[in-house]
């Protein structure tokens, strides 16, 4: 049994991060506040958005069907952006975060209108970070977290859904699916039938796509997470832009720069950018 201290465990957002940007990979999955502790992260408005439709939509598969709409999606939706308000979701202003909020807002009632899968039976995974040996002889597990399994059941199995609040459609050559497919054929018992994205501000309905090839899957991820063991094992990370959009706000923070506003779920530091802009009719500084 590998030694759980030697473990590399990989992700969908872990392996991204390091294909794009070995310094952001070694920012956000390695490097500890030496005061705090705990791992650093910098809040946008972008990411408050994603956070909060997330929560509103992904709380309701603990809840059986047929009493999952008993309270209306906006009041949740207001629950979820609370924990986001402010500063706390690095909104530069008073407009900015209405901006967001109201996009938000109009996602959750398309759903509340058009809920489809959602209003149908869904099978919720046990564990909050489902995962497995992707190689146990060399001590690697991949997790992730599924946003939505619907059931389907005249052929007892899955359906995977995962909901997107960006307006661009994901790269075709994107690991995510992929791995959410191999979580769920790994973690739970039933056959995985379908793989869809949701877009929820542009579609009223999931937007099916091709299940992968679990083979060459398995293969591309083993192949990535062996690049990540080796960077780690040489303790080498490196931008290939000597500062690109990925790591610079990070580096920031490093620098002293940002405002700690409070910690995630996960207990990461969560920070926020210097900007001077007018948020009500204080004078302070918030991430644009």
Same mark, same amino acid.
């Given at each position: 049994?590998?030694?759980?201290?030697? *473990?590399?465990?990989?992700?969908?957002?872990?392996?991204?991060d390091?294909?794009?940007?070995?310094?952001? /990979?070694?920012?956000?999955?390695i490097?500890r506040?030496?005061?705090t502790?705990?791992?650093?992260?910098?809040m946008?408005?972008?990411?408050?958005?994603?956070?909060?439709?997330?929560?509103?939509?992904?709380s309701?598969?603990?809840?059986?069907?047929?009493?999952?709409? @008993? !309270?209306?999606?906006?009041?949740?939706? &207001?629950?979820?952006?609370?924990k986001?308000?402010?500063?706390?979701?690095?909104?530069s202003?008073?407009?900015? &975060?209405?901006r967001f909020?109201?996009?938000?807002?109009?996602?959750?009632?398309?759903?509340?209108?058009?809920?489809?899968?959602?209003?149908?039976?869904?099978?919720? =995974?046990?564990?909050?970070?489902p995962?497995?040996? =992707?190689?146990?002889?060399?001590?690697?597990?991949l997790?992730?977290?599924?946003?939505?399994?619907?059931?389907?059941?005249a052929?007892?199995?899955?359906r995977?859904?995962?909901?997107?609040?960006?307006?661009?459609? &994901?790269?075709?050559?994107?690991?995510?699916?992929?791995? /959410? /497919?191999?979580?769920?054929?790994k $973690?739970?018992?039933?056959? $995985?039938?379908?793989? @869809?994205?949701? /877009?929820?501000?542009?579609?009223? !309905?999931?937007?099916?796509?091709?299940?992968?090839? =679990?083979? *060459?899957?398995?293969?591309?991820?083993?192949?990535?997470?062996r690049?990540i063991?080796l960077?780690?094992?040489?303790?080498?990370?490196?931008?290939?832009?000597?500062?690109?959009?990925?790591?610079?706000?990070? &580096?920031?923070?490093l620098?002293?720069e940002?405002?700690?506003?409070? *910690?995630?779920?996960?207990?990461?530091?969560?920070?926020?950018?210097?900007?001077?802009?007018?948020?009500?009719?204080?004078?302070?500084s918030y991430?644009i």
């Amino acid at each position: 049994m590998p030694n759980p201290a030697d *473990t590399l465990w990989v992700s969908h957002s872990s392996i991204s991060d390091f294909a794009s940007c070995p310094r952001a /990979y070694y920012l956000k999955n390695i490097y500890r506040d030496p005061k705090t502790g705990h791992k650093i992260k910098v809040m946008s408005p972008a990411l408050a958005l994603g956070q909060a439709v997330h929560d509103t939509l992904e709380s309701l598969s603990t809840i059986p069907a047929t009493s999952r709409f @008993a !309270t209306p999606l906006l009041t949740r939706f &207001e629950a979820s952006w609370e924990k986001i308000s402010g500063k706390k979701g690095g909104f530069s202003s008073q407009d900015d &975060e209405y901006r967001f909020r109201r996009r938000g807002e109009a996602m959750i009632s398309q759903v509340q209108a058009n809920p489809g899968p959602i209003s149908l039976p869904a099978v919720k =995974l046990q564990d909050d970070l489902p995962s497995f040996w =992707l190689s146990e002889s060399e001590s690697i597990k991949l997790c992730g977290k599924i946003d939505w399994l619907e059931y389907i059941p005249a052929t007892n199995s899955v359906r995977i859904i995962d909901f997107k609040t960006s307006k661009s459609p &994901e790269p075709s050559d994107s690991l995510q699916l992929p791995i /959410y /497919y191999l979580l769920a054929l790994k $973690v739970q018992e039933r056959a $995985v039938s379908a793989l @869809a994205y949701w /877009y929820l501000e542009i579609s009223p !309905t999931p937007q099916d796509q091709p299940l992968p090839d =679990l083979a *060459t899957s398995t293969e591309t991820l083993l192949k990535l997470a062996r690049k990540i063991k080796l960077a780690r094992q040489m303790e080498r990370f490196v931008c290939p832009s000597s500062g690109c959009f990925k790591c610079r706000e990070l &580096e920031r923070v490093l620098k002293g720069e940002g405002e700690l506003v409070g *910690t995630d779920d996960y207990g990461a530091d969560v920070y926020i950018l210097p900007s001077k802009v007018n948020y009500g009719s204080v004078q302070t500084s918030y991430i644009i």
